[in-house]
């Protein structure tokens, strides 16, 4: 077991020294399996006393070929026990993103700290209220030299990079505007009961407190350059999970994103069937499917060098319904889905959407508090 979790520490390290990670505002499907991401209070929520997860995302990769959107995130979290039943969570994440031809991504890191507070014990049932925050450094990159301008085109498909581009002074941006604060703050309630079997939880979330500056050196018609906040992204999620007596759970969940003029609601159920239980031998196996709706305004620059502001309404669609299967085997589980996408991208996708992968591994030692946390 020693070797194991030195393996698993090797791993994630090695994730973290990968060169050329970058990243966005990132998004998963599997939302619930980077909690740190999705609500700071989720930090220390868990069975077991330390967690690391991984997470992987491809998108787009049949449109945009090799220039398709990448993300990847890491985390790390572990409880500290206060008093009989209440802990802190602590711990950090590291999220990466990288797209298109000019490999615009960002890299963000956020440490993560969270009280859990239980409101009320018994043998079979326990509620429970955690306060999160995190907070850490985000740098956006672009690479301006990959940049293609319509003169260096032929007009006949042909391309000439030594025609001439647009001179774009960036000299200092990256120290001056790419690299900023990031805060955030969440509330989570959970109750679990019937000693883990069954458990409901609700939460919710402000990221991007502070909003900071996200131009690209976008300017007005004057040439003033526009200021863009990075908008406060509000989350609300919920879930749980019903036990039944024959080995199977159903496990629903939803979640609801706001940011700016974007919106988004994922919703949907799995499965979960027990395969083995006992002592030395944990094996659980899902499948789920989720459907993804999303609403956008599209932004208008307003002319006076302020932000964007709202323009054309689009109503709410369908994006994509999302397959999904993991693996639990002890300490471990493992989990992947498939976006099928059926918006209107669908005519240059194919049908074809994004693919991810999870990992999550949990040392558990012994616990002998008797607190039980929901099955994320």
């Not at 520490?9 to 973290?16: E, K, N, W």
């Not at 043998?123 to 301006?144: I, K, P, Y």
């Amino acid at each position: 077991m020693k070797t194991t979790r030195s393996l698993i520490i090797a791993v994630f390290a090695l994730m973290l020294c990968i060169p050329g990670i970058k990243a966005q505002d990132i998004h998963f499907s599997q939302f619930y399996a980077a909690p740190l991401d999705l609500n700071p209070a989720m930090t220390g929520v868990f069975n077991c006393t330390q967690r690391f997860t991984a997470n992987y995302r491809n998108q787009l990769s049949s449109v945009l070929r090799s220039n398709a959107y990448n993300t990847y995130a890491v985390s790390y979290d572990q409880k500290i026990a206060v008093g009989r039943t209440d802990y802190f969570g602590i711990g950090g994440i590291i999220t990466a993103d990288v797209a298109g031809s000019l490999d615009f991504g960002t890299v963000s890191g956020r440490i993560s700290g969270a009280y859990s507070k239980q409101l009320y014990s018994s043998r079979e049932v326990s509620h429970n209220l955690s306060a999160g925050f995190n907070a850490g450094v985000t740098q956006r990159s672009l690479n301006w030299t990959a940049a293609q301008w319509g003169l260096q085109h032929d007009g006949s498909g042909g391309f000439d990079p030594a025609g001439p581009a647009e001179n774009v002074d960036n000299s200092n941006r990256l120290d001056q505007d790419f690299l900023f604060a990031d805060f955030s703050a969440g509330l989570l309630y959970f109750g679990v009961f019937n000693q883990g079997k069954s458990s409901v939880y609700v939460g919710a979330a402000a990221s991007h407190l502070n909003r900071a500056n996200q131009a690209v050196y976008i300017t007005d018609q004057d040439g003033n350059e526009v200021f863009n906040p990075l908008y406060t992204k509000y989350t609300i999620h919920a879930g749980g999970e019903l036990g039944l007596n024959n080995g199977i759970s159903f496990v629903p969940g939803i979640v609801y994103f706001n940011q700016g003029p974007q919106t988004e609601i994922n919703l949907g159920t799995a499965v979960r069937f027990t395969l083995s239980n006992s002592k030395f031998q944990q094996q659980f196996l899902q499948f789920g499917i989720w459907t993804r709706i999303a609403d956008q305004v599209l932004l208008e620059d307003n002319g006076a060098g302020g932000p964007l502001v709202s323009g054309t309404d689009t109503n709410p669609w369908l994006d994509a319904f999302i397959l999904y299967t993991k693996f639990d085997f002890n300490e471990f589980g493992i989990g992947f889905s498939y976006d099928i996408n059926v918006s209107d991208l669908n005519v240059a996708s194919n049908s074809n959407g994004a693919f991810e992968f999870s990992l999550i591994y949990k040392i558990c030692g012994s616990e002998t508090r008797g607190v039980y946390c929901p099955k994320f």
